[in-house]
């Protein structure tokens, strides 16, 4: 359909930071503002998908006719996305899931002492991996954001976390901004280098590759 290119997908989207808790009121997090996750599940519903946000903490209401599921940590997310990936048609993985958490959350505030205090963080799993791992017949779409070495780094990540799609973007042209700068590569090898635009732009775009990619897989 013209109108509705996603209609009968179900779609699940993640978006914003994951915090990492090292005390009742500390946490490690990053600059993710959520809202080319937020954006990317609006146009989605709008295309007439079946969309579930899963969100990090982010400032943002949740988008019309999408059904939100609040997380906080990578391993809140990750069990969210374990729970509900197996119904859906695509995920896209914008969220900016934290490397590293600290080994040890506190139960009671740390109380300032002399001299540096050691944090030993230990990884989180990369939730992106472990579907690519599981996938058969889904589409996944993921993202990195880099401060170098772009395109080296953006086909790695593609091969290895078994991609149909990955759209990177330097970091300085993507975080906490409402614009974005970014290149898609396909699994194919193919890759498309986008103008600056507007993060609702943006979604269209990524929307519009995804509809394509669901027409490729089905012929
Ligand atoms: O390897 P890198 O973290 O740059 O890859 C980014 C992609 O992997 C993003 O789509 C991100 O959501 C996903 N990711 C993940 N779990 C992690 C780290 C990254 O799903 N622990």
């Known amino acids: 359909e013209k109108d509705a290119p996603l209609r009968g997908k179900k779609i699940l989207v993640t978006a914003g930071p994951t915090r990492e808790g090292l005390d009742p009121v500390r946490f490690f997090s990053n600059l993710s503002t959520g809202k080319m996750g937020y954006a990317i599940a609006e146009q989605a519903a709008r295309l007439g998908a079946d969309v579930t946000l899963i969100s990090g903490p982010v400032q943002l209401d949740a988008p019309p006719n999408v059904t939100i599921v609040r997380v906080v940590s990578a391993l809140e997310m990750r069990a969210a996305v374990l729970r509900d990936y197996q119904n859906v048609d695509a995920v896209i993985q914008s969220a900016a899931v934290a490397d590293y958490r600290p080994e040890e959350a506190h139960a009671q505030k740390i109380k300032k002492q002399d001299g ?30 880099e401060t170098e070495n772009l395109e080296a780094n953006a086909k790695r990540k593609l091969e290895t976390k078994h991609l149909d799609l990955l759209v990177a973007n330097l970091a300085a042209d993507g975080f906490a901004t409402d614009t974005n700068k970014v290149t898609f590569y396909f699994a194919n090898g193919r890759y498309e280098p986008h103008q600056r635009l507007p993060k609702h732009e943006v979604a269209s775009r990524i929307c519009a590759a995804l509809a394509a990619l669901f027409e490729e897989s089905e012929c």
């Open 116 to 145: 540096p205090l050691l944090v030993r963080l230990v990884r989180n799993p990369d939730i992106l991996k472990e579907l690519g791992l599981k996938k058969e017949k889904q589409i996944l779409i993921g993202f990195a954001a």
